[in-house]
């Protein structure tokens, strides 16, 4: 009998400790970046940033680092590198005042993503990380 009580905490305690790493409302690193979905997340941000900012359109060049927080359903926060996209503005006025910048390799954006459980996106913010 106490050998069976003892198998059971054991069980017990292995069930608990991983579902501890997941708590909801906690963010828990993301440890492959690489993964399509995260791609697909992050690739969404810059496309959803880009139709609020038309005039400055971005593309993805790498996802760097992330997050997630389960929450009724998941935050992915991001910190990805962005560049302007060839058919937008890279710098200076719209009117052609001022010469465009240099392109360059990117900047860096964090950004939070709220996927529902339907696998519905919104952008929630999607801001530039300074130096």
């Known amino acids: 009998m106490g050998q069976i ?7 017990t305690v292995a069930i608990i400790l ?9 963010w828990q690193p993301i440890k492959n970046v690489t993964d399509e979905h995260v791609k697909e997340i992050a690739e969404f941000a810059v496309k ?3 139709s ?5 359109p971005l593309h993805l060049v790498s996802v760097d680092r992330g997050e997630t927080q389960i929450v009724a359903g998941t935050n992915y ?5 962005a560049a302007a996209s060839a058919g937008g503005m890279v710098g200076g006025e ?8 240099a392109v360059h390799a990117g ?10 459980l339907t696998n519905e996106k919104k952008l929630v913010s999607f801001n530039p990380l300074h130096p």
Not at 18 to 26: L, S, T, V
Not at 52 to 56: E, I, K, T
């Open 5 to 11: 009580l003892f198998l059971v905490a054991i069980g």
């Open 18 to 26: 991983p579902a501890a790493n997941a708590i909801a409302g906690g």
């Open 48 to 50: 959803a940033h880009d």
């Open 52 to 56: 609020q900012a038309p005039d400055h």
């Open 77 to 81: 926060r991001l910190v990805l590198t």
């Open 94 to 101: 719209k009117d052609g005042s001022s010469p465009p910048a």
């Open 107 to 116: 900047d860096q954006y964090l950004t939070i993503v709220y996927e529902t």
